[in-house]
């Protein structure tokens, strides 16, 4: 129940007063101790009823010290005056009285002035219960803001480490490949496009030479898409250096279809695919130059090669199935078709992943596709290695729609990409 003060003397008028307060089912108090009123503790005080003529003088002061006490933010005050001047008036109403009544009191006027002053100071208690619990909301808001300024800042800081190790890893998977230098001793006219899809690539290009009598005469070379791009891409282009560094240099295996077959099976043992459901692999074209019998050696598993001689493309598809996956059994032990071409004059041979072909670019924002692939090499064949390499880097940046200056961080590639092409001539 609301509670009314009657700050005065204990009068008739007074009590008159506390019958009418009693009669709108409000409880009251009389008690004329200012002094009491501001050190006890009135947080169920609904409202004051203070009288102009107070006992200890000065009632301007009085109604400032109850203003000025927090725990009557919220307590309406009514002053009851008597023939004062309409200055003196004034004056309680700007040092924050609510409401006035008049002597005699009138009790149908007293109460329409007590309810009215109530639901004024419930509407504003209920308007600073509403603004705590938006200033609550707004500091939760700001903690929650601060913990995600901090994740977000933690996140950055992994992000950015996580970035660093890659990017230092880059530089490994860098230096495993074979330097343009040593290909070029060895094949003059050739390039290598090559660009990851992320920082690190699942792509990766692989080049030997064998010495068999008193030079070089046996060039073996390797275009490789292992599963996935990024990191899981070069975590299995590791498995695939290694592979065909032991295939060669230790097995000494220089026949495509065999150095595949070894591959096959050391994917199959190294990720011990035959006790678990990894089926990881890799696809790659792989190719033998021998400059004695001017020959070229090709074996694919699910990559293509493409060769042009006199002014004619020629086009030899790999075998079906990839490299690792699924055991297979042979009983000549070669699992894969080798292809023997005639080089003995002049032939530019290309071998690529399916990176390249399978850009979503153009107008319709398609794949590039084979066919549209093969014919962009037949018409740069003639071309010098160098102007051949700088056309197909310019064609993947206007294909995916990026201007050619644009940094390769800003290119948007769906894969791996891999294109080597070399020229023979025997």
Known sequence: MSKVLILNSETPESIHIGQVISQMGLSFEINSDVLYLLEASQNE??????????????????????????????????????????????????????????????????????????KQQEHLKEIDYQNALLELRMEELQLQEEVL?????????????????????????????????????????????????????????????????????????????CTGHGVPGAFMSMIGDSLLNHAVHNLELHEPDQILTE?????????????????????????????????????????????????????????????????????????????????????WVYMYSDGFQNQFGGKNDKKLMGSRFRQLLFELHSLPADKQHHILKAKLHEWVGKSEAAPQQELELVDDVLVWGFQLSL
């Open 263 to 347: 591959m096959d099976a050391g994917v199959w043992a190294k990720l011990n695919q035959g006790q678990n459901n990894n089926r990881d692999g890799m696809d790659l074209s792989l190719c033998m130059v021998d400059k004695k019998e001017k020959v070229l050696k090709f074996a694919g598993a699910r990559h293509h090669l493409v060769y042009i001689q006199n002014n004619e493309l020629f086009f030899i598809k790999g075998d079906s199935m990839s490299i690792g996956g699924e055991q297979r059994k042979s009983q000549n032990r070669t699992l894969f078709t080798k292809h023997i071409i005639d080089v003995s004059v002049p032939t």
């Open 45 to 118: 005080l609904a409202l004051i009823l203070m009288d102009a003529t107070l006992p200890q003088g000065d009632e301007v002061e009085t109604l400032l010290k109850i203003k000025n006490n927090p725990a009557y933010k919220r307590v309406g005050i009514i002053v009851i005056i008597g023939e004062q001047s309409d200055d003196y008036l004034a004056r309680f109403l700007e040092m924050g009285a609510h409401d006035f009544v008049t002597r005699p009191v009138h009790p149908l006027e007293l109460q329409t002035r007590v309810m009215s002053i109530l």
């Open 149 to 225: 300024t901090e994740q977000k800042t933690t996140i950055a800081q992994a992000n950015e480490d996580i970035t660093e190790s890659i990017t230092y890893a880059k530089r490994i998977q860098e230096a495993m490949l074979p330097s343009m230098n040593s290909i070029k001793a060895s094949l003059p006219e050739s390039f290598v496009l090559f660009r990851a899809c992320d920082i690190v690539s699942g792509d990766f290009y692989w080049f030997a030479r064998k010495q068999l009598s008193d030079y070089y005469h046996k060039l073996i070379l390797a275009a490789v898409d």
